[in-house]
């Protein structure tokens, strides 16, 4: 089959012919209909050799939807057929956290060696990808898997992050959200869909300014050193009750620092490899600070079940799989809008 491959570091990756993958006990194959390009892949081939966890070559992607194609012995929850959309988080699966659906925060996987696909096990830009185990599988349910795929990270771990802060997002709180990429444009849209909140969106891009406008945002400025400003203007001088940076790069770290309000909280989503000082005098007294990863299998039902209800406008671009180094040259360049997904049987 085909796949898309990262073969030598510093070298961009290509499409390739490696073996059809065969479901041993427990496992699933899963004809992929389509994968979708996550920023994190860029950050990874920017890694040198001696600070990757896993061989190369590696197969990409690590967000994926399609059909069962074929079960290992013993599976049972699936059938060949099924539409389903795959949790990548995978950890043990036996430990208290996997047990509560946690798997993303599995404190087991660094000493078994468990990878997720496309982030050390074999990834989704491929025709058939192989699934741990069926319990990774969420039925699609009638969702479309080209529009439904980003769901799985870039709608994911956005759900997730806002989930842990609903809390603070009371009627007559902000929110802003720095980066509308592909996990920004959803961001903005589970915000609207789940709290009261001022939505306050911010990236260096006009045309993505838009985006975020289109998504639902009450307000959007350009990130820039005059950024925070702008938002204690919009909140009467108090700051947002949370910030969600899904860049993390220095410059937004500090505008986040700036711009959250007493008690409020940042939740460092991008892997900008940016730092936030957290000390008196560095930010507001009361504040938290969390760097949430991806998010729970529960909550993948949840923000599946919030692109049903018609809540998500995804924006894609789609891409067939000889032509993955356009979308990932694209998204080195900053020019996708929303996310690109790549139609490996296409
Ligand atoms: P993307 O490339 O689709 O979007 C990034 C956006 O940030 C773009 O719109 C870009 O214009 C904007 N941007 C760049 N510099 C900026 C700045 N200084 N200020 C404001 N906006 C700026 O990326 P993505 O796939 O949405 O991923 C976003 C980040 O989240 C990446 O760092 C990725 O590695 C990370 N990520 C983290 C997790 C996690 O679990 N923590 C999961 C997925 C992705
Ligand atoms: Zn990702
Ligand atoms: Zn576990």
Same mark, same amino acid.
């Given at each position: 089959?085909?796949?898309?491959?990262?073969?030598t570091?510093?070298q961009?990756?290509?499409?390739?012919t490696v073996?059809?993958?065969?479901p041993?006990?427990?496992q /699933?194959?899963?004809?992929?209909?389509a994968?979708?390009?996550?920023?994190?892949?860029?950050?990874?081939?920017?890694?040198?050799?001696?600070?990757?966890?896993?061989?190369?070559? %590696?197969?990409?992607?690590h967000?994926a939807?399609?059909? =069962?194609?074929a079960?290992?012995?013993?599976?049972?929850?699936?059938r060949?057929g099924d539409? /389903?959309?795959?949790?990548?988080?995978?950890g043990c699966?036996?430990?208290?956290?996997?047990?509560?659906?946690?798997?993303?925060?599995?404190?087991?996987?660094?000493r078994l060696?468990?990878?997720?696909?496309?982030l050390?096990?074999?990834?989704? @830009?491929?025709e058939?990808?192989?699934?741990?185990?069926?319990?990774?599988?969420?039925?699609?349910?009638?969702?479309?898997?080209?529009?439904?795929?980003?769901?799985?990270d870039?709608?994911l771990?956005p759900?997730?992050?806002v989930k842990r802060v609903?809390?603070?997002l009371?009627?007559?709180?902000t929110? +802003?959200?720095?980066?509308v990429?592909g996990?920004?444009h959803?961001?903005?849209?589970?915000?609207r869909?789940?709290?009261?909140?001022? =939505? =306050?969106?911010?990236?260096?891009?006009?045309?993505?300014?838009?985006?975020?406008?289109?998504c639902g945002a009450?307000?959007?400025?350009l990130?820039?050193?005059?950024?925070?400003d702008?938002?204690?203007?919009?909140?009467?001088?108090?700051?947002?009750e949370? /910030?969600?940076?899904?860049?993390?790069?220095?410059a937004?770290?500090?505008?986040?620092a700036?711009?959250?309000?007493?008690e409020g909280?940042?939740?460092v989503?991008?892997?900008?490899?940016?730092r936030?000082g957290?000390?008196?005098?560095?930010v507001?007294?009361? /504040?938290?600070?969390s760097?949430p990863y991806?998010g729970?299998?529960?909550e993948?039902?949840?923000?599946?079940?919030?692109g049903?209800?018609?809540?998500?406008? +995804?924006?894609i671009?789609?891409?067939? @799989?000889d032509e993955a180094?356009l979308?990932?040259e694209?998204l080195?360049?900053g020019?996708?809008t929303?996310?690109?997904?790549? %139609?490996?049987?296409?």
């Amino acid at each position: 089959m085909k796949a898309f491959q990262y073969h030598t570091p510093g070298q961009p990756p290509s499409v390739t012919t490696v073996p059809d993958p065969e479901p041993g006990p427990g496992q /699933v194959v899963v004809k992929v209909e389509a994968a979708g390009v996550c920023h994190s892949d860029e950050v990874i081939m920017g890694l040198p050799a001696d600070r990757l966890w896993f061989p190369l070559p %590696l197969t990409l992607g690590h967000e994926a939807a399609g059909t =069962v194609a074929a079960l290992g012995p013993g599976v049972e929850a699936v059938r060949t057929g099924d539409a /389903v959309a795959v949790h990548g988080a995978w950890g043990c699966g036996a430990c208290r956290t996997c047990a509560l659906g946690r798997e993303n925060y599995c404190p087991h996987t660094e000493r078994l060696g468990i990878h997720s696909p496309g982030l050390g096990a074999p990834g989704a @830009i491929a025709e058939y990808l192989l699934v741990d185990s069926a319990r990774h599988l969420v039925p699609l349910d009638g969702l479309d898997p080209v529009r439904a795929v980003p769901l799985t990270d870039a709608g994911l771990t956005p759900y997730h992050a806002v989930k842990r802060v609903l809390h603070r997002l009371v009627p007559g709180s902000t929110a +802003v959200v720095i980066g509308v990429g592909g996990l920004g444009h959803l961001g903005v849209q589970i915000l609207r869909a789940l709290s009261a909140a001022t =939505v =306050v969106a911010l990236d260096v891009a006009e045309e993505k300014l838009a985006l975020a406008r289109a998504c639902g945002a009450h307000r959007t400025l350009l990130s820039d050193e005059r950024a925070a400003d702008g938002i204690r203007e919009l909140t009467d001088g108090l700051g947002a009750e949370v /910030v969600l940076d899904f860049v993390a790069n220095d410059a937004t770290l500090r505008t986040a620092a700036k711009a959250v309000a007493k008690e409020g909280e940042i939740a460092v989503v991008g892997l900008g490899g940016g730092r936030l000082g957290l000390a008196a005098g560095r930010v507001p007294y009361g /504040v938290t600070a969390s760097v949430p990863y991806w998010g729970t299998r529960p909550e993948l039902a949840e923000v599946l079940a919030l692109g049903r209800l018609g809540e998500l406008d +995804v924006h894609i671009e789609t891409y067939g @799989i000889d032509e993955a180094p356009l979308a990932y040259e694209r998204l080195h360049a900053g020019k996708i809008t929303g996310r690109a997904v790549i %139609l490996p049987g296409a």
